[in-house]
């Protein structure tokens, strides 16, 4: 259980999910997920650092997640229990409080791009299911045959929980948290959601107020783990009227949250946050969450566990 204390003066965090348990981690599997923390993050950079939306940064370090096998979103997304992988992901400025999301996809690249789509190009939050991937192939989103989500690693993963006959969470959901020039703070969050799920089920991540949100006014926070409580709990609007209405500051409003609404409830799991003034926090109840940040000045830090 950890709570990281504030950082100032970032304008990019990301997190890759609760993880693995430390005791299940290798040295070589800890380098590959730092790299592509780090990938994402400069990615995210990039956008700010020439005066881009943080709407753009938090998806461009999302796409590069969800383009790789290491975390459950996109390419490594796990599978329902019934052997398909249905994806879910959403997206927020805090600004105007525009969102978009899709949940259940099946056919999308890279849903991320499909909720800020949903977004920019429909009147509605959220689209669903076979609808909303027929609608992402309409508007000219990358469109993949299922079978692009199929990974080794994971279909074992579903065979092992079939075999013992229980639901899991597998560790690593995508999310960033973004500032940008203008001062607009940006949230996205993209997942295989749990592995062994129901056909059907929708977690947190897709669901604005639950696993993402962004409101200039107090924070930017996405959110990883058990995602029916995180969605009984409100946890990233918890978050938010925290800070807007009591005036707590990011890291104590996530660790009330997290560590003592969450945690008692028995809802494993964890938030990265990141305020109007580039403060970043991350809280989180489990053995580590896998998490970085990118300052002003271009500096990089990556965590897998408390450090
Ligand atoms: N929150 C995701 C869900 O419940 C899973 C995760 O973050 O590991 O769908």
């Known amino acids: ?21 430390k005791k299940d981690m290798t040295p070589e599997l800890a380098v590959k997920i730092r790299a592509d923390l780090e990938t994402s993050l400069k990615a995210g950079y990039a956008v700010i650092a020439k005066g881009g939306d943080s709407l753009d940064a938090v998806q461009a370090a999302i796409v590069v997640m969800e383009d790789s096998p290491l975390f459950n979103a996109g390419k490594g997304a796990v599978f329902t229990h019934d052997g398909r992988n249905e994806l879910d992901a959403s997206i927020m400025e805090g600004k105007t409080k525009r969102a978009g999301s899709v949940a259940g ?5 890279n849903p991320i791009l499909a909720a800020r789509a ?3 190009r429909t009147k509605h939050v959220m689209l669903i ?8 192939k309409s508007t000219g989103l990358e469109i993949v045959d299922p079978k692009y989500f199929w990974t080794e690693q994971r279909w074992n993963q579903l065979q092992e929980q079939l075999r013992k006959e229980k639901e899991h969470r597998d560790h690593g959901t995508v999310g960033a948290v973004a500032l940008d020039q203008r001062q607009v703070l940006a949230a996205g969050t993209s997942t295989g959601g749990m592995s062994n799920k129901q056909y059907g089920r929708v977690g947190d991540s897709p669901i604005i107020g639950a696993g993402t949100y962004a409101d200039n006014a107090a924070c930017a926070i996405s959110a990883t783990g058990h995602g029916e409580y995180f969605i009984r709990h409100a946890v990233a609007h918890s978050i938010v009227d925290l800070m807007k209405y009591k005036g707590v500051p990011v890291n104590e409003a996530a660790d009330e949250v997290i560590q003592r609404t969450l945690k008692p409830a028995g809802g494993e799991g964890g938030v990265v946050c990141l305020d109007h003034r580039g403060n970043f926090a991350a809280s989180y109840n489990t053995d580590g969450m896998y998490r970085g940040y990118i300052t002003r000045d271009g500096r990089v830090q990556t965590l897998l566990y408390e450090e």
């Open 1 to 21: 259980m950890a709570a990281d204390s504030i950082v100032p003066d970032v304008v990019l965090a990301i997190h890759g999910g609760i993880g693995l348990d």
């Open 105 to 109: 996809v099946t056919t999308i690249k």
């Open 129 to 136: 299911g076979a609808a909303a991937d027929g609608w992402a």
């Open 118 to 120: 949903v977004m920019e």
